[in-house]
Every structure is written in C-alpha cells, then in structure tokens.
C-alpha cells in the first residue's frame, strides 16, 4: 500500500474512533489542552502492524471501539505493599472510590484529583497537562498517549514541595467484565523535594494510562509498579518525565501475565547531572501473554547518567518484546548511557523480540547496550542438582537470580522485597 | 574537466609526472578522483519500458531474459522508495540519467584482453588492477613478499555499463570454474542463469533491487562445480566513469556442493559535482559443504568536504545456504559513498550452516551510511556471527542496522553481534539500530554495541611517543577496526588500512 494511503487510513480510524468519545467536561484551559491533544490524535491517526514501533505489538484490541471483556480474576492474595505504610488513593475501574482512599492530606504535598483540577480556573496543572506527552512525539509518534490525554476521565495531580513522608499508592482495582479505562495523572516534584510513588493492581478490562512527572532541580521521584495478574487485561501506558538539574528518577514495573501490556516511558533529561533509571521485570505464562516495554532516553544535557535493565521470563508461548532507544543530542556531552534487555525463554514456545537502539550526536560519551536471549544456562542448573536441589526448585532459584539484576534497581529495601516475593510467588504457581 | 578539483602545483623543472602524482596520493584526497576521457555510447536519458528493451538488446540476451526485465519494471513502477534508513538526499531523479553507458570501443566485442582499447587498460592500471594476468595485484605494498603460489587474482573489469575483460578465463575453464561477465552468462549459460537469477534476491524484492533488475547492464558471474577448490581469487573491480549516469550491476555467484571460493570487489568514481547512482545486486548461492568469501572495497568517490557529489549507494547483497554445513562471509570495508545503503544478509537455510560479517564502515565529512546485515536463522545448529565497526567524523551519520532472527525451527543455534562505534569530532553522529527475534529456546543470541570516542589516554601514550595527532588516531582507528581488517584478505587488508587512515585525514583538531 502506498505510503500516503497508510496515514490516510491511520487518521481515519483515529477520527472514527474519536466519533464514539466525548472530551470530558472542564474549565477552559483543561479543554484547551484535551482539545489539542485530540488534534495530535486525528494527526498521527492511530498505529497498525504496519508502523515501525507497532511491527510487534497488534494494536487492534486497544483500537477497538469497545474494550475485549476481561473476566475479573481473583488473585487470592492480600494487595501487594500492604505491610507499607502508605497514602492510598483507590480507583474501582476508573472511579474515584472515597471510602476506600485515605484523606488526600500529607505534609509537603499537594493532592487533588484530576476531574477536580480540570474544573478550577486557575491550577498549577494546567503548565503541566498534555505539556510532556505532547514534547514525548518529537522522535516517535505515540497516538495512544494523545488519545489518553484528550479522553482522560480521571487521575490524580500532585505537586510535592517537601519530602513525602509516605509513598502515594495509586491502587486499581478492577470490577466489571467490560470495563474501560482511561486515566491521567500528573506529579510535579519542586525543587529539591521527594515523592515515591506506588501504582497497583490490573485496572479494568483495558486501562489506559497516563503519567507526566516534571522533576525539578534536585529533586527525587521514585516509581513502583505492579500490573496486575488478570489474565485477560489489555493495558497501554504512557509515562512521560522531564528532568532538570541534578535530578533524580526511578521507575520499575513489575508485570506478570494479562493478555496484552505495552508500557512506554519517554524520558527527557533536560538539566546537567541528572540520573534516569528506568526497569522492569515481566513473566508471562501462556500464549496470550503479550508484553511490550517501549524506552525512549533523550539526552539533552551534559553529565546525565541513564539506564534501563530490563528482564522478561516467558514461556508457553509468551511472548515479550523491548524497543529502548538512547538518544544523545549533539552537545550532550559526558553521557553516561546503559541498557541492558534480557530475556529467558522457559520453553521452546516462548519468544523474545528486540531493538535496543543507540542515537549519538555526542562525541564524548560512553554509551553500550546489550541484548540476550536463551533457556537456563544448563552448567548452573547442573551444579544445583548436583548439590542435591530438585529441578523445579532450581530452576526457579535461577529465574530468580535472573531477574534480580532489575530488582536492584530499587532504592528502597521494603518495596524491593515485597516485589520479590510475587515474584516467588508467580513462579512457584507456574513452574512446572 | 580537470581530473582534480585541488589546483596543480607548480612542478619544477625535470620532475617527471610520476613523482607528482605520487606526491598526490600522499596528500590524501580521493585519490581515484580523475576521470578517462573515451568516446561513450549512451542509452537515451530516462526510464522507460524501450530503454530496459534497449539494455536487453545491447546485451544480445535471449527473449526470456527481456520478458523478466520487463516485468521488474513493471514492478518497479508500482514501488515507492524506502524511507527509514536513517540518511537523507536530495530526490532522485530517476528520469534525469542515463542508464546505459558504454565505451564506443566496446561496440564490438573485443575478442581477448589484447584487444581491448589502450585507455580502458590504462585506467585499471591506474587504479592499480592491471588487466594482464599477472601474479600479483601491482600496487599492493608488501605483496612482493607473500608467496606467489596460489597468490593470482582473476579480474573481471566492469566499466559503466559493460564489462571490458576477464582475466585468467581459461585458467579457470580448466579447473571447471565459469568466471565472466553476467551478459556472456546468459548468452552462454542459459540453464544456470534462468535457474538462479532472482532466487536469492527475488524481483520485487526492494525498491533498489527491483529497479537492478530491470536496468542491469552487467556484472560478474561465477560457477564453481562441485568439489572445486577455485584456484585463485576471483575479483571484480567497478568503476564508475561517466557522467550523470548510474552503474547497475549484478553479480551472481554460485558454489555448488562442496567448493570454494574467495571474491573480491573493488570500486571508484571520478570526482564530481553532482551525485550519481549506483544500485547493484549481489546474489550469491550456496549448496551443501559448500563456502563462498566475499570482501569489498567500497571506495566510491564520497563528495568533497562539502557534501558536493559522490556516489548514491544503494546495494542489496545477499547470501543462501542452501545446503546444511554451507558457510558463507562477508567483509566489507565501506570508506565511499555519499550515500550508503546496504545490508550484505546470509539465509542460513541448511542445518549447520554459517554466516559471518564483518564490517568496517568509516564515514568523514558529509558522508552518510546506512549499513549493517540480516543473519536469518531457518536451520537447526546454524550460526552466525556479527562484528561491525562504524567510526564517524566530520559531519558524517554511520548507521548500523541489523537484523537477527532465530526461526522456531532454527533450533540450537547461536548468534553472536557485536557493534561498535567510534565517534571523532563533536558534530558526527553514530547510530545502532539492532532487530532481535528469537522464537526457540535453545538458540541463544548476544549482542552487544558501544558507542566511544577516541580514547584520551591511548591518545597521550601515542602522541608522546612522538606521532603526530593524525597519526595517532589512524593508529587506533585501526587498532579499534583490526577484528574485520585481520578477516580481509591480504590484498585488500592493506588497501583498507591506508584507506582508513585516508578516509579520518583532516578529521582531527
């Protein structure tokens, strides 16, 4: 097909989905921002197989007018980071649940919710709105991330001045078969201050998710999240941060299972000395889990440090896939740029799919990435049994130590912890 | 036209042309620059359904041959250009040039090298391939001392669109092997051409390649029977002498069951203004047991510092093991080219098969690459086996892009990549656009890129040993790029290493 009639059929089925939304009511800056972010939408129009991000990911089922049913699962298990003690805020497919949130009060933060902020005339969110998503398209088109912007029913807006004494757990909670979610937050760390921030549990049937961070000077901005284990849940997330001088971010995301995940993180270090970490661990068992980890790292200052590791075990069929891209712009120099994706294929079903991509206008930098994918390296698992260890157990303990190197990437012990032991958890369940 | 843009200096006296030229060489500008003035027969400007008729004509080729051009056009007209490489060029006018090129010389066809016009063996000579049969390729330093058994090098001479001569032919006839010109391939091959021709690249295979095999005018062809150790390397040398006119070769090579054979290729352009076309396709086929090397010298003329002319490249080269235990390298030093596009790639079909790259690609001022390779795993136990060196300065883009893909059935085997990249000069860029598909467990595939710039402290120890900084970089230029010159052969692997030092002059400071 001819080049021109691709983008003509790409906006057609953004207008048309467009058609069935309706921009949620607000004051006059809040529909200006939703208004341009539609624009960017019926612009870009929305992705096939046929785009280079989208070559390994179908995006039909996140086009679809009405989102696929997922049956509610039940996890039997008490909702991770529980033993934390933490500011919750509950989201019951994409509804506000007072009763269930504690107050949103703490010292040296500022919460409010989204549906709340869009409606006062004057609020610090409206600099930040769709501002970093609508920065995040410089290199790579994301027509999801535009659309969530435009649609977003709800969310939460935090400006953190202090350092926070708790983390903010984002907990979702997902009820209904049919659910269909769109929601969008905003964190605004000040100069200097600190916030972690928690994000929990698999949402609705198809979530989608919106995160634009500005971290200032010297600030600290710590991400943790877990996607929840329904099996049947589509997810597309888009977390879109900037960074200024000697600033630090932190995101890690645990995935395990759910039919269909594509997470992007675009990150913008704008300030000298800045330090992005960016990770995540996925398991997927079965052939219906699709997982997609989509990193963009512009560099556009001197000093700055970034990684990203990322781990994926898969097997039955699962399939996991990475796209990470460091990009240096010319005068970015001393960069400091790692990535590191690895996965481990259980079975011979499993696949792994990657593009780890380096950018470079810099001279002065030092750059690498590394990209592999194999079984269980038979000599470990052979000294184990060996030492009297059962296979399954082994095996287990490996797949373990495989995916602690992006565990490591977690400053705080406890969260770390906790994570580790879904980990354990999940492989105990579906180790065979 | 002056043969060089730079201004003849002042010669004195009694000094002969020869030290002046030599003079010249060390000065370290493209040193292929000049172009041979010969009387030319063109082919009408233009793209059309007669010129592909016309080149079938010129070529005295068979109906059937006509009918497959004709239909790539066909194809071709229906094709848009690729766009996500990462190098940008002015549109292509593909009706502003012309497709056919011949030397009025070559209207006969000379019947040996002997009668060949005097000015067409003058400019190989020149270019340092003379077409005797000699034993060794003139030119090469140190090639004296290599011994001269086993050392020869068949030739064949491609000039715009034709090819001139082919060396050493009946050398080879007696050792079974079939070396000549694609255009006499199929006047004298039918059944191998018609059996191969498209197998590897099919004809609609890109936008490049469908429009190479509609316009192609020559090339080199190679058969090696079965069991045949070809006994001396088979090389072809391109040169691109006219003006506004694009080279559209095609070379095929086949390695039947249990042979080998090493190919070389080398090319280069005059200096010009305005930048010309050259599109090739290289298909290369091999059966069980069998192992075909292939290096190149891609020295086109890159444009001058200002990104004025030189050569668009848009290559596609590609490798089928076809048999289980077929073994297939690739090396290339790509220091050429305004333009390059190009991604040598080996179809690791048979069990056990092998594929290996290995790549130097160095681009100064505004030259701009794209290049890397696929290595497409289908049989059990293959493996491949990637290391590409890109080194960018000036204000050069060097591009990697690779593809490695592990097929489910492509069980237990095993790939290995690794990309560096070197970066001289603050305004340069170096890119590593990797693909990794694995869809079987028992495969394992690494890779690995850095991205650096010329170490400072190498750069000390060598500058206080008393190099100069030039010196010194081409020094560790070499030293970063030695894993793909050390899998050169000799001939080249010395070519290359002056090339290098070349291509990075006035990079530095």
Request: aromatic share 8%.
């Given at each position: 097909m001819a080049r021109a009639d691709l983008i003509a059929r790409r906006q057609e089925a953004a207008a048309t989905r467009a058609e069935t939304m309706t921009l949620p009511e607000g004051a006059a800056w809040a529909t200006e921002a939703r208004e341009a972010a539609r624009a960017r939408l019926l612009k870009m129009g929305l992705p096939t197989r046929r785009d280079e991000y989208w070559k390994w990911t179908n995006p039909e089922s996140l086009i679809a007018a009405e989102a696929p049913t997922a049956a509610v699962f039940d996890a039997d298990e008490a909702p991770i980071f529980d033993e934390i003690d933490r500011l919750r805020i509950v989201f019951t497919d994409g509804v506000f649940d007072a009763e269930a949130s504690d107050p949103l009060e703490m010292a040296g933060i500022e919460i409010a919710r989204l549906s709340d902020a869009a409606r006062a005339d004057i609020h610090w969110a409206r600099d930040l709105y769709?501002?970093?998503?609508?920065?995040?398209?410089?290199?790579?088109?994301?027509?999801?991330?535009?659309?969530?912007?435009?649609?977003?029913?709800?969310?939460?807006?935090?400006?953190?001045?202090?350092?926070?004494?708790?983390?903010?757990?984002?907990?979702?909670?997902?009820?209904?078969?049919?659910?269909?979610?769109?929601?969008?937050?905003?964190?605004?760390?000040?100069?200097?201050?600190?916030?972690?921030?928690?994000?929990?549990?698999?949402?609705?049937?198809?979530?989608?998710?919106?995160?634009?961070?500005?971290?200032?000077?010297?600030?600290?901005?710590?991400?943790?999240?877990?996607?929840?284990?329904?099996?049947?849940?589509?997810?597309v997330t888009g977390v879109f941060a900037r960074l200024g001088t000697e600033s630090t971010f932190q995101s890690f995301t645990l995935t395990a299972n759910g039919k269909l995940t594509r997470n992007e993180v675009v990150i913008e270090l704008t300030g000298d000395d800045a330090v992005a970490h960016v990770a995540g661990a996925a398991l997927g068992d079965g052939k219906d889990f699709h997982h997609d980890d989509t990193v963009f790292i512009t560099h556009d200052a001197v000093n700055c440090e970034s990684r990203q590791v990322f781990k994926k075990v898969l097997r039955n069929g699962a399939t996991g896939i990475f796209q990470g891209k460091i990009l240096v712009k010319q005068g970015a120099q001393k960069t400091d740029g790692y990535q590191i994706s690895q996965s481990l294929l259980l079975d011979d079903d499993a696949q792994f799919l990657a593009k780890p991509e380096l950018e470079i206008y810099a001279d002065d930098v030092a750059c690498s990435h590394g990209s592999t994918s194999g079984a269980i390296d038979e000599d470990a698992l052979f000294y184990l049994r060996s030492r009297g260890v059962p296979h399954r157990e082994a095996t287990n303990l490996l797949t373990l130590a495989f995916v602690a190197e992006a565990l490591e990437e977690i400053d705080d012990e406890a969260l770390a912890e906790a994570l580790r032991d879904r980990l354990a958890g999940w492989l105990e369940r579906h180790s065979s | 036209m002056t043969a060089y843009d730079t201004p003849t200096p002042e010669v004195k006296e009694g000094v002969d042309e020869d030290t002046v030229e030599a003079v010249r060489k060390l000065s370290?500008?493209?040193?292929?620059?000049?172009?041979?003035?010969?009387?030319?027969?063109?082919?009408?400007?233009?793209?059309?359904?007669?010129?592909?008729?016309?080149?079938?004509?010129?070529?005295?080729?068979?109906?059937?041959?006509?009918?497959?051009?004709?239909?790539?056009?066909?194809?071709?007209?229906?094709?848009?250009?690729?766009?996500?490489?990462?190098?940008?060029?002015?549109?292509?006018?593909?009706?502003?040039?012309?497709?056919?090129?011949?030397?009025?010389?070559?209207?006969?066809?000379?019947?040996?090298?002997?009668?060949?016009?005097?000015?067409?063996?003058?400019?190989?000579?020149?270019?340092?391939?003379?077409?005797?049969?000699?034993?060794?390729?003139?030119?090469?330093?140190?090639?004296?001392?290599?011994?001269?058994?086993?050392?020869?090098?068949?030739?064949?001479?491609?000039?715009?669109?034709?090819?001139?001569?082919?060396?050493?032919?009946?050398?080879?006839?007696?050792?079974?092997?079939?070396?000549?010109?694609?255009?006499?391939?199929?006047?004298?091959?039918?059944?191998?051409?018609?059996?191969?021709?498209?197998?590897?690249?099919?004809?609609?295979?890109?936008?490049?390649?469908?429009?190479?095999?509609?316009?192609?005018?020559?090339?080199?062809?190679?058969?090696?029977?079965?069991?045949?150790?070809?006994?001396?390397?088979?090389?072809?040398?391109?040169?691109?002498?006219?003006?506004?006119?694009?080279?559209?070769?095609?070379?095929?090579?086949?390695?039947?069951?249990?042979?080998?054979?090493?190919?070389?290729?080398?090319?280069?352009?005059?200096?010009?203004?305005?930048?010309?076309?050259?599109?090739?396709?290289?298909?290369?086929?091999?059966?069980?047991?069998?192992?075909?090397?292939?290096?190149?010298?891609?020295?086109?003329?890159?444009?001058?510092?200002?990104?004025?002319?030189?050569?668009?490249?848009?290559?596609?080269?590609?490798?089928?093991?076809?048999?289980?235990?077929?073994?297939?390298?690739?090396?290339?030093?790509?220091?050429?080219?305004?333009?390059?596009?190009?991604?040598?790639?080996?179809?690791?079909?048979?069990?056990?098969?092998?594929?290996?790259?290995?790549?130097?690609?160095?681009?100064?001022?505004?030259?701009?690459?794209?290049?890397?390779?696929?290595?497409?795993?289908?049989?059990?136990?293959?493996?491949?086996?990637?290391?590409?060196?890109?080194?960018?300065?000036?204000?050069?883009?060097?591009?990697?892009?690779?593809?490695?893909?592990?097929?489910?059935?492509?069980?237990?085997?095993?790939?290995?990549?690794?990309?560096?990249?070197?970066?001289?000069?603050?305004?340069?860029?170096?890119?590593?656009?990797?693909?990794?598909?694995?869809?079987?467990?028992?495969?394992?595939?690494?890779?690995?890129?850095?991205?650096?710039?010329?170490?400072?402290?190498?750069?000390?120890?060598?500058?206080?040993?008393?190099?100069?900084?030039?010196?010194?970089?081409?020094?560790?230029?070499n030293g970063f790029a030695k894993e793909v010159l050390q899998a050169l052969p000799m001939e080249f692997a010395m070519e290359a290493q002056q090339l290098v030092a070349i291509s990075l002059e006035g990079s530095v400071g």
């Open positions: 769709g501002t970093l998503e609508a920065r995040g398209h410089a290199s790579v088109e994301r027509p999801f991330a535009a659309f969530n912007t435009a649609y977003a029913t709800d969310g939460v807006v935090i400006r953190v001045t202090g350092t926070a004494a708790r983390p903010v757990n984002l907990v979702y909670r997902h009820a209904s078969d049919g659910s269909d979610v769109i929601l969008h937050h905003l964190v605004k760390v000040e100069e200097g201050a600190e916030l972690t921030l928690l994000e929990t549990g698999p949402a609705a049937a198809r979530f989608s998710g919106g995160l634009e961070v500005e971290v200032a000077d010297g600030a600290t901005f710590r991400h943790v999240r877990t996607q929840g284990r329904d099996h049947e849940r589509r997810e | 370290g500008t493209y040193k292929y620059g000049w172009d041979t003035e010969i009387e030319m027969d063109y082919a009408p400007k233009g793209l059309s359904e007669d010129i592909v008729r016309l080149i079938s004509e010129k070529n005295e080729e068979p109906e059937w041959m006509t009918d497959w051009r004709l239909k790539a056009f066909q194809r071709w007209q229906q094709m848009e250009e690729p766009e996500w490489a990462m190098i940008e060029y002015p549109q292509i006018d593909f009706q502003n040039q012309y497709y056919y090129a011949r030397p009025k010389s070559m209207e006969v066809k000379p019947k040996s090298l002997d009668e060949v016009d005097p000015k067409l063996l003058a400019t190989y000579e020149k270019l340092g391939i003379p077409l005797k049969e000699q034993m060794i390729l003139a030119g090469v330093e140190g090639a004296e001392d290599a011994p001269s058994e086993g050392r020869k090098v068949a030739v064949d001479a491609v000039f715009d669109s034709v090819s001139v001569g082919t060396t050493f032919q009946a050398e080879l006839k007696k050792a079974g092997v079939i070396f000549c010109s694609i255009s006499e391939a199929i006047r004298e091959h039918p059944e191998l051409v018609k059996k191969y021709l498209g197998s590897v690249v099919p004809v609609s295979d890109n936008f490049y390649a469908t429009l190479n095999s509609a316009v192609f005018s020559d090339g080199s062809f190679v058969y090696v029977p079965p069991g045949v150790r070809c006994p001396m390397e088979l090389s072809t040398y391109f040169r691109i002498n006219a003006e506004n006119t694009g080279q559209f070769e095609r070379t095929l090579i086949i390695a039947d069951k249990g042979s080998y054979v090493s190919y070389l290729e080398g090319c280069t352009a005059p200096q010009r203004d305005t930048a010309q076309l050259h599109a090739a396709v290289v298909e290369i086929v091999i059966e069980e047991d069998a192992e075909v090397k292939y290096s190149t010298v891609q020295n086109w003329f890159p444009g001058d510092e200002d990104g004025k002319g030189g050569i668009y490249n848009f290559v596609t080269k590609r490798a089928d093991c076809r048999g289980d235990r077929a073994k297939v390298m690739w090396t290339q030093v790509e220091t050429g080219s305004a333009v390059t596009w190009k991604y040598p790639s080996c179809l690791l079909r048979g069990d056990d098969s092998q594929g290996e790259f290995y790549s130097i690609a160095i681009t100064n001022n505004h030259q701009q690459a794209d290049t890397g390779t696929k290595m497409t795993h289908l049989g059990k136990r293959t493996k491949s086996r990637i290391v590409s060196k890109g080194i960018s300065a000036g204000k050069a883009q060097n591009t990697y892009r690779g593809l490695v893909s592990m097929h489910p059935k492509a069980t237990d085997s095993r790939n290995y990549t690794q990309c560096d990249s070197l970066l001289i000069g603050d305004q340069c860029g170096a890119h590593t656009v990797p693909y990794i598909e694995v869809k079987n467990n028992s495969s394992r595939v690494e890779h690995e890129a850095t991205t650096s710039k010329v170490d400072d402290d190498q750069m000390f120890y060598c500058r206080q040993r008393g190099m100069d900084e030039e010196e010194a970089v081409a020094l560790i230029v």
